[in-house]
Nanobody, 126 residues
Framework: QVQLQESGPGLVKPSQTLSLTCTVSSGSIAASHDYWSWIRQPPGKGLEWIGAITSRGSTFASPSLKRRTSISRDTSRNQFTLQLSSVTPEDTAVYYC??????????????????WGQGTQVTVSS
């Protein structure tokens, strides 16, 4: 079964760029027709889809975050990354990476995906 692991700084200052990496094992990010997504959950709120990259390298982003979001991949390392620019305290959340066989833009629970990382807490604060 595919395994995903998020990594990156836990604290980011306002106006800076948040950068996270998802390392995938037991599966290739370039194989098949998968969607590799970033999702976050702010404290006390539900899941929010940020964006995704496909196994062929096409990218998608939430309209509300599109201007600040960049998703890329490194197939040699089997990793994909999220960059979220101009962060504010409202970007404080647990960030997850996940895999799915279709594009899910309104997730409600982790079980909608067939691969889900453990999550990493990111706090935006000066």
């Amino acid at each position: 079964q595919v395994q995903l692991q998020e990594s990156g700084p836990g604290l980011v200052k306002p106006s800076q760029t948040l950068s996270l990496t998802c390392t995938v094992s037991s599966g290739s990010i370039a194989a098949s027709h998968d969607y590799w997504s970033w999702i976050r959950q702010p404290p006390g709120k539900g899941l929010e889809w940020i964006g995704a990259i496909t196994s062929r390298g096409s990218t998608f982003a939430s309209p509300s975050l599109k201007r600040r979001t960049s998703i890329s991949r490194d197939t040699s390392r089997n990793q994909f990354t999220l960059q979220l620019s101009s962060v504010t305290p409202e970007d404080t959340a647990v960030y997850y990476c996940a895999r799915s066989l279709r594009l899910i833009t309104s997730p409600t629970m982790a079980s909608e995906y067939d691969g889900w990382g453990q999550g990493t807490q990111v706090t935006v604060s000066s």
